[in-house]
């Protein structure tokens, strides 16, 4: 490509605007800044959970006391003031009292200019959704037509209520609170998240989907998930977010635990887009997530799908662990970094069963200023005889300010198993581009075809209804230069 | 003590090695770049050291006389970390090789120059503290060395001792050299080698650079090279572990000219509890250079192998070209292999790449053999001859690759790699 026109590309995809930097002006409790032994109690209170939930969090509080916030990763994560942040915000506040059941019209309206179907005469969209916005679920959709079929789908809230004793079983299960950090941090102060149960043997007839939401000022989001999909059952799970443009950096310390038993299958689907912060890198989202899987049972499967688009800072892993003996999993990653963005992120494989498999995909762009690492674990341990792995890992670059790194481990600790890591690293080809161009396809456009083929491979892995949003999200980074 | 056997101007750095190893400590296993090998295990024994500088008893050419068939070479010893005086001082107008304090003496401009220019990680100031005396290879502008220079290191004693090694190798624009560096060691009692080499390339220089490890299961290595290569230089280098105890090499590569290129090379056959750990990061500074690495561990019994290969790019290193393979074998259930490749690049017009893989032998390749009537084990070994070969083939010189071929299918063969010629070989380790 002509340096005239490189310089264009970069230039105009330095430039694309986030569009659901909106804020919405809505009524919002939020608890004095600060954390301390009565936040975490005070969170428990108004969420009216049981004393083991409180025990748990206090627990989890007290050993992210002992803990220092880590800084291996690749990226410049600046000290983070943890008393300067409101650990509960709820958006429903007051008016909840008055109106049960029925959302707030404000709330509606956001959730509707962000595309997301809260109203069930959507019914065509085949997606049942969570939408948390800060600390509460607003809403989730056709709760009573997946209970037919025995499926809990509800905020983790709530299931603390009505599931106590599942949710009692699994959580922490797969995520303890002494796994890292920021693990600790958010089980002594979640908020909302989703609840899934997928019984014996159900296949769930639809997508489920939660929505997340930051939408207050100096708040942080700290939502957790848990996805029990019992012996024989399927689901698929797609999670989406979005934040306010807003000047001062918000942190989101989530966690995603999976469970997956005997012959079951989960399917997890990201599209991330919290916002990534304005072109000279101020603002935008911490993401600090801790996401695993266990494929507890025989032939589980687990599949996470991610496009990483957004976030001043991505610091995440989705793992999976293969103890069930034949069980598999699989990790497709798209992450586009532009401007100042950063991003550590990649997936952990860990082989604890016999014959098990792992599948690694992993696509990166980097454009602007910005930083995008890939960093994976693939560990065979000594009792998963037969174990097989295959990673391969791409990135391109776009521009000459913008840096794409690899760190991939390795540890294979028996003679049976097979690894197998390939990366690349390389601008868009300049043959693929004279052969488009060779054809009437002009630079720009060739730049897209090329950087959506890039991606095909990941964004195939997408269900259809997120498959749309990501090549739509990922046109708009790309927005401009490349169609 | 340290101050009194050898020349001020080696002497000169010990005080700034000392503060950097107080600040920084000996790395631990939480240090990422030490993550898989317990440095700190390595120091424990009650080593001895030769402070006393007393001359050799004994004429180490009696002891190990390992010269590669076809290929002349002029050998310098290396016994602990005392340079033999009969090798030292070897000079003219255009080349010496010989002892550090001796060269020290004849040219302080140059080595003060060249000497601990690079430093290191802590590890690289313990020897710096330490060391006393050892060995520089200095060639002169266009000058082409004719015979390879092999430095045998040589390990002996009855008592727990610890050598601090340390080569500088200055090469003038346009010089050509073969280095060829064996680690032997004949006791049965731990030894431990620190050491430090660093060479520098000048512009259009050539040097190939091999190293063989084969030493006791006692012994251990702690060593660090640092490489800085000017333009359209070109470095060979290969390390080659045919047995050792446990060992830690860390090698840094600086492409600071442009169209530098370099080969790297690297084979590890281990088995027992021999524990290797080849630890590379390769800067590319500069435009229009070139990385080429292969690294191939097979691991039996409980053997551990590590490989972390990181290639850099820094900002404005474009038309990088830079390829990495690390393909390792495990042909025991106790054997483990940890192994990081890696990519941090700066820079958008490049071509990088890498590749690893662990996994076992080809099953239909031995189904293969055994319909032909080779038998199970003679189908494997030919098969870890044939995975070894791929790192053999890529070292230049003619004579010493068949010489290393027959090392290899010796050490698979019968698990040693010994010539039968010298007393060392004849009784090792005794």
């Known amino acids: 490509m002509p340096q005239s026109q490189d310089n264009a590309l970069v230039r105009d995809i330095a430039n694309r605007d986030y569009e659901y930097g909106f804020t919405t002006d809505i009524e919002t409790e939020v608890i004095p800044r600060g954390l301390n032994e009565d936040v975490v109690r005070l969170i428990s209170q108004k969420k009216g959970e049981p004393q083991w939930l409180l025990d748990f969090r206090l627990q989890a509080f007290r050993h992210w006391l002992t803990m220092q916030q880590p800084t291996w990763g690749h990226v410049d994560l600046p000290p983070i003031d943890?008393?300067?942040?409101?650990?509960?915000?709820?958006?429903?506040?007051?008016?909840?009292?008055?109106?049960?059941?029925?959302i707030d019209p404000e709330l509606q309206k956001t959730f509707d200019k962000l595309g997301i179907p809260l109203n069930?005469?959507?019914?065509?969209?085949?997606?049942?959704?969570?939408?948390?916005?800060?600390?509460?679920?607003?809403?989730?959709?056709?709760?009573?037509?997946?209970?037919?079929?025995?499926?809990?789908?509800?905020?983790?809230?709530?299931?603390?209520?009505?599931?106590?004793?599942?949710?009692?079983?699994?959580?922490?299960?797969?995520?303890?609170?002494?796994?890292?950090?920021?693990?600790?941090?958010?089980?002594?102060?979640?908020?909302?998240?989703?609840?899934?149960?997928?019984?014996?043997?159900?296949?769930?007839?639809?997508?489920?989907?939660?929505?997340?939401?930051?939408?207050?000022?100096?708040?942080?989001?700290?939502?957790?998930?848990?996805?029990?999909?019992?012996?024989?059952?399927?689901?698929?799970?797609?999670?989406?977010?979005?934040?306010?443009?807003?000047?001062e950096n918000q942190l989101h310390a989530a966690i995603v635990e999976i469970v997956v038993c005997q012959d079951a299958e989960v399917k997890y689907s990201?599209?991330?887009?919290?916002?990534?912060?304005?072109?000279?890198?101020?603002?935008?989202?911490?993401?600090?997530?801790?996401?695993?899987?266990?494929?507890?049972?025989?032939?589980?499967?687990?599949?996470?799908?991610?496009?990483?688009?957004?976030?001043?800072?991505?610091?995440?892993?989705?793992?999976?662990?293969?103890?069930?003996?034949?069980?598999?999993?699989?990790?497709?990653?798209?992450?586009?970094?532009?401007?100042?963005?950063?991003?550590?992120?990649?997936?952990?494989?860990?082989?604890?069963?016999?014959?098990?498999?792992?599948t690694i995909v992993s696509?990166?762009?980097?454009?602007?200023?910005?930083?995008?690492?890939?960093?994976?674990?693939?560990?065979?341990?000594?009792?998963?005889?037969?174990?097989?792995?295959?990673?391969?890992?791409?990135?391109l670059l776009l521009g000459n300010a913008c840096g794409a790194h690899t760190f991939p481990y390795i540890d294979v600790n028996n003679d049976s198993s097979v690894v197998e890591h390939e990366a690349t690293t390389s601008k868009i080809s300049e043959d693929q581009l004279l052969y488009c161009n060779q054809r009437g396809i002009p630079p720009e456009e060739a730049v897209a075809l090329i950087v959506n083929g890039y991606a095909k491979d990941v964004l195939n892995k997408l269900p259809m209804e997120f498959a749309v949003e990501a090549q739509k999200l990922l046109s708009v980074s790309l927005e401009g230069s490349v169609g | 003590m340290l101050?009194?056997?050898?020349?001020?101007?080696?002497?000169?750095?010990?005080?700034?090695?000392?503060?950097?190893?107080?600040?920084?400590?000996?790395?631990?296993?939480?240090?990422?770049?030490?993550?898989?090998?317990?440095?700190r295990a390595m120091l424990e024994p009650d080593f001895g050291l030769n402070f006393s500088r007393l001359p050799l008893r004994f004429d180490p050419r009696s002891l190990y006389r390992c010269k590669v068939p076809g290929l002349g070479s002029t050998l310098h010893y290396v016994v602990g970390d005392m340079v033999e005086h009969k090798t030292g001082g070897q000079q003219d107008g255009s080349f010496f090789v010989g002892s550090m304090t001796e060269f020290a003496k004849r040219s302080p401009e140059l080595f003060s120059t060249y000497y601990n220019k690079v430093g290191g990680d802590s590890l690289a100031a313990l020897n710096t503290m330490l060391v006393q005396d050892g060995l520089v290879i200095w060639i002169g502008k266009g000058h082409k060395a004719d015979n390879?220079?092999?430095?045998?290191?040589?390990?002996?004693?009855?008592?727990?001792?610890?050598?601090?090694?340390?080569?500088?190798?200055?090469?003038?624009?346009?010089?050509?050299?073969?280095?060829?560096?064996?680690?032997?060691?004949?006791?049965?009692?731990?030894?431990?080698?620190?050491?430090?080499?660093?060479?520098?390339?000048?512009?259009?220089?050539?040097?190939?650079?091999?190293?063989?490890?084969?030493?006791?299961?006692?012994?251990?290595?702690?060593?660090?090279?640092?490489?800085?290569?000017?333009?359209?230089?070109?470095?060979?280098?290969?390390?080659?572990?045919?047995?050792?105890?446990?060992?830690?090499?860390?090698?840094?590569?600086?492409?600071?000219?442009?169209?530098?290129?370099?080969?790297?090379?690297?084979?590890?056959?281990?088995?027992?509890?021999q524990h290797t750990d080849n630890n590379l990061l390769v800067t590319h500074c500069a435009p229009g250079c070139h990385s080429d690495m292969l690294y191939k561990y097979i691991l039996d019994g409980s053997s551990t192998g590590a490989f972390a290969g990181k290639v850099m790019v820094r900002p404005g290193a474009q038309q990088t070209d830079s390829q990495q393979t690390n393909a390792n074998l495990c042909v025991s259930p106790q054997a483990h292999m940890y192994t990081q490749p890696m990519l941090e690049i700066y820079a958008d017009d490049v071509k990088c790449n890498h590749g690893s893989t662990v996994g076992q032998m080809y099953e239909a390749a031995l189904f293969y053999m055994a319909q032909r009537g080779i038998g199970p084990d003679e189908g494997r070994l030919l098969l870890q001859q044939a995975f070894a070969w791929d790192v053999v083939l890529r070292i230049g010189l003619l004579p010493l690759r068949q010489r290393l071929m027959s090392m290899v299918e010796e050490r698979f063969r019968r698990g040693t790699s010994l010539c039968g010629d010298c007393a060392m070989c004849q009784t090792p380790n005794s």
């Not at chain 2, 056997?5 to 002497?11: C, F, N």
Request: aromatic share 8%.
């Open chain 1, 120 to 247: 069930e005469r959507l019914a065509l969209s085949g997606v049942a959704v969570d939408a948390v916005m800060d600390s509460v679920s607003v809403k989730t959709t056709f709760r009573e037509k997946l209970a037919e079929k025995g499926i809990i789908f509800c905020s983790i809230s709530e299931a603390v209520k009505t599931h106590p004793d599942l949710v009692r079983q699994y959580l922490g299960t797969v995520v303890p609170y002494r796994d890292n950090f920021f693990a600790a941090l958010n089980s002594a102060v979640f908020s909302d998240g989703s609840f899934v149960y997928i019984p014996r043997g159900v296949r769930c007839p639809m997508e489920l989907s939660t929505y997340f939401r930051i939408n207050a000022i100096n708040t942080g989001q700290f939502e957790r998930t848990l996805i029990v999909c019992d012996d024989g059952g399927y689901v698929s799970y797609l999670e989406g977010c979005t934040a306010p443009m807003r000047d």
């Open chain 2, 3 to 39: 101050q009194g056997g050898s020349h001020p101007l080696i002497d000169r750095h010990r005080a700034s090695a000392l503060a950097q190893l107080k600040a920084e400590g000996l790395p631990s296993r939480k240090v990422e770049r030490y993550k898989y090998t317990d440095v």
């Open chain 2, 148 to 273: 390879l220079i092999q430095v045998v290191n040589l390990s002996v004693g009855s008592v727990p001792m610890m050598a601090n090694r340390r080569q500088l190798i200055i090469m003038e624009e346009g010089a050509e050299a073969s280095i060829l560096c064996c680690n032997h060691s004949s006791t049965a009692q731990p030894h431990l080698a620190t050491e430090v080499v660093e060479a520098f390339l000048g512009e259009g220089s050539h040097l190939q650079y091999y190293q063989i490890e084969d030493s006791a299961e006692a012994s251990s290595l702690l060593g660090t090279a640092n490489f800085v290569q000017q333009g359209a230089s070109r470095l060979d280098y290969a390390s080659v572990t045919l047995s050792g105890g446990t060992s830690r090499r860390t090698v840094n590569v600086s492409l600071e000219g442009v169209g530098a290129d370099l080969v790297m090379s690297g084979l590890v056959i281990a088995d027992g509890s």
């Open chain 1, 363 to 395: 696509k990166g762009i980097s454009a602007g200023r910005s930083q995008n690492s890939y960093r994976g674990l693939v560990r065979v341990a000594p009792q998963a005889e037969g174990s097989r792995n295959y990673s391969s890992c791409d990135s």
């Open chain 1, 270 to 358: 990201t599209v991330q887009n919290w916002y990534p912060g304005d072109r000279q890198g101020k603002g935008g989202v911490y993401n600090l997530v801790t996401k695993r899987g266990l494929l507890r049972g025989d032939r589980s499967k687990l599949s996470w799908t991610q496009v990483e688009t957004g976030s001043a800072i991505t610091w995440k892993y989705p793992s999976c662990v293969l103890k069930g003996d034949g069980s598999s999993a699989e990790f497709y990653s798209v992450a586009v970094t532009n401007n100042h963005q950063q991003a550590d992120t990649g997936t952990k494989m860990v082989h604890l069963g016999r014959n098990t498999r792992s």
């Open chain 1, 82 to 102: 943890y008393q300067a942040i409101s650990y509960y915000a709820d958006p429903r506040g007051r008016k909840r009292q008055g109106n049960s059941g029925e």
